[in-house]
């Protein structure tokens, strides 16, 4: 894929993650106090859990949202594309579906595999 649409796809995936980051830290209940929507007392029982998956839901999105900017550096550096493992390219159908891909799927597989 050229690197004018893998920037644009990666720029408009980090403002979505930007946005959803900005959400799910608004979400937290340390950021509640002080707010307009106080919570239900009935629902604190149920507030540990769902501000566990938030949680989850925010690391995720912020480990791919350094990922995404990864990417838009090696476009700017000129290496994107190449696996920054072994050095070959990666195939367009990999980058099409994760633009942020910085590794061949035999490279992430065997990184994937040594965590
Ligand atoms: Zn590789």
Redesign the pocket.
């Known amino acids: 894929m050229d690197t004018a649409t893998a920037r644009k796809r990666l720029e408009e995936m980090r403002g979505e993650l930007d946005k959803s980051i900005l959400v799910l830290q608004g979400e937290q209940p340390a950021e509640r106090i002080g707010s307009d929507s106080p919570q239900d007392p009935a629902d604190a029982g149920t507030n540990l859990s769902e501000n566990d998956r938030t949680q989850a839901v925010l690391a995720a999105a912020k480990v791919q949202l350094s990922a995404v900017r990864d990417a838009l550096q090696r476009i700017e550096g000129g290496t994107y594309g190449t ?1 920054a ?2 050095g ?1 390219s990666i195939p367009d159908g990999r980058l099409d579906a994760r633009p942020e891909a910085a ?2 799927v ?2 992430q597989a065997k990184r994937d595999r040594g965590r």
């Open positions: 696996c493992d072994c070959s590794r061949c035999k490279c």
